[in-house]
């Protein structure tokens, strides 16, 4: 027996060995428990701090003030000594001066936890998310470059970017991460702070994360990150702030959580292809959010018709984005040369910006010569700022020209992509489709992007400096 560090108390210490040699032992003012199953270290917790008791088919959670603790069935000697430690922890609680009260708080967190909630609005972004990614697959390029985040056209005023570039992805795996992130955490806040409360949240981090988007004054962007990262945030203001009020069940492991937020932020930072400011700016806009949010749904207070309102309103923004991001889609060739002016009033836009709206202007329609004259000056600009020096640039010009009927100097710009990259196929067909050796329309399949003299090729297009996710 050991013993007791409060001589004098009225209860003997009680011990629930563990499997692996470690024990949970109660004393007379708390109990001393492994803080995990898996790595080592105990740790001491005063009944007084006990929030919630949740014992599970698999688990005993253990709610405190300082975070919540889950110990796995599988880890005690005996299978059924989480509902006997359970009731021995009821027991010394109810011997605290205010015992009565704490029990009673304690049951209402398991009353509130077992209370049947509707997860819903935390799938709305994630299926929302899949859908707009099979566009993209089905759509090509075109629909990225329609909506993601392109700071100098969001400053010229296409707003609508904010948001349509976060429902953008660069890839499955891109996607999936993102999507997981959304559902796991979008379904544990709302859990705690109800769906009219989390729509909200989940704006809130968008807008961040687009503001500080600008301010970081990204070229390209696109990826729901940032909203991954509001939902993160509110999760941890909770934690952090209000854990004492939520069931065990609700809560992740503040050490654990504090470990996974450590890694992303230098993940963030030391990825030169991840939007740090946007993540950092989506947790600012989710805490901010969360702080206002919190208190009324931890009182139990309905949401009322004010939130009522404003979450039809946020999803009318919602399905407004996506309705202009198919029409810009649908409209194609004007579209893309409205936002290729633009970007010719900046003077700052980069290479491969000023390329790749050229090129859309020329393939995704059929430009009139004003739009033609569009892609022309962004084909010209983008081939002075790499000198010449890049065959998919000049590529892109050599298709302004032929489009517009100049087959003369369509012919002599492709000639020097050939020089410049002569075992790329594709410019030898291109030169062949000017000289009509192959119908106008039977455009070669592009090549991924050939490289700069002496630099790697990028692995998507449009991805270089500024490209960020």
Do not use: K
Not at 9 to 25: H, M, Q, S, V, Y
Not at 36 to 55: H, N, Q
Not at 119 to 135: E, K, R, S, T
Not at 184 to 199: D, N, W
């Amino acid at each position: 027996m050991q013993v007791d560090p409060q001589p004098g108390a009225l209860p003997p210490n009680e011990r629930f060995p563990w499997r692996d040699g470690r024990a949970i032992t109660l004393y007379a003012t708390g109990l001393r428990h492994p803080r995990s199953w898996r790595l080592g270290g105990d740790v001491f917790t005063p009944y007084e701090e006990i929030t919630d008791v949740a014992v599970g088919p698999r688990r005993l959670v253990l709610g405190a003030r300082r975070g919540v603790f889950h110990l796995p069935r599988a880890a005690f000697s005996d299978p059924e000594a989480p509902e006997a430690l359970a009731a021995a922890l009821r027991r010394r609680i109810a011997r605290l001066p205010d015992g009565a009260d704490r029990l009673a708080r304690l049951d209402a967190l398991r009353a509130r936890a077992r209370r049947p909630g509707r997860i819903a609005a935390a799938w709305v972004l994630p299926l929302v998310c899949v859908g707009v990614f099979g566009a993209q697959v089905r759509l090509g390029p075109a629909l990225s470059y329609a909506g993601s985040f392109v700071g100098a056209l969001v400053e010229a005023g296409e707003r609508y970017r904010i948001l349509s570039s976060q429902l953008l992805h660069a890839g499955t795996g891109h996607l999936l991460l993102n999507v997981v992130g959304l559902l796991a955490l979008g379904a544990l806040l709302e859990r705690s702070l109800g769906s009219a409360r989390l729509v909200p949240v989940l704006a809130a981090s968008a807008l961040g994360a687009g503001a500080a988007s600008l301010a970081a004054g990204y070229d390209f962007a696109l990826g729901a990150s940032g909203i991954v990262w509001g939902l993160m945030g509110g999760l941890l203001w909770l934690e952090l702030r209000h854990g004492a009020e939520l069931p065990g069940t609700w809560r992740i492991p503040r050490r654990l959580f504090l470990a996974l937020v450590g890694v992303e932020l230098v993940l963030s930072f030391a990825l030169p292809v991840v939007a740090a400011g946007a993540h950092l700016g989506g947790l600012l806009g989710g805490v901010a959010a969360t702080v206002v949010l919190a208190p009324p749904a931890l009182e139990g207070r309905p949401a009322g018709n004010f939130l009522s309102a404003l979450d039809a309103v946020l999803g009318a923004v919602l399905v407004a984005s996506l309705l202009l991001l198919g029409r810009v889609v649908a409209e194609g060739s004007p579209a893309y040369a409205r936002s290729g002016a633009r970007l010719l009033r900046s003077d700052s836009v980069p290479a491969h910006l000023l390329n790749d709206f050229a090129w859309l202007v020329v393939t995704e329609g059929r430009p009139d010569a004003e739009e033609l004259g569009v892609a022309l000056e962004l084909a010209r600009r983008a081939v002075r700022s790499t000198d010449r020096l890049d065959p998919n640039v000049l590529d892109t010009l050599a298709e302004v020209y032929f489009t517009a009927g100049d087959i003369e100097a369509a012919v002599e710009t492709i000639d020097e992509a050939i020089a410049l990259a002569p075992d790329e196929p594709y410019f030898r067909e291109q030169r062949r489709r000017f000289l009509g050796e192959r119908p106008p329309e039977d455009r070669p399949e592009p090549p991924r992007r050939a490289p700069l003299p002496g630099r790697p090729a990028p692995e998507r297009p449009g991805e270089g400096d500024g490209f960020t996710v």
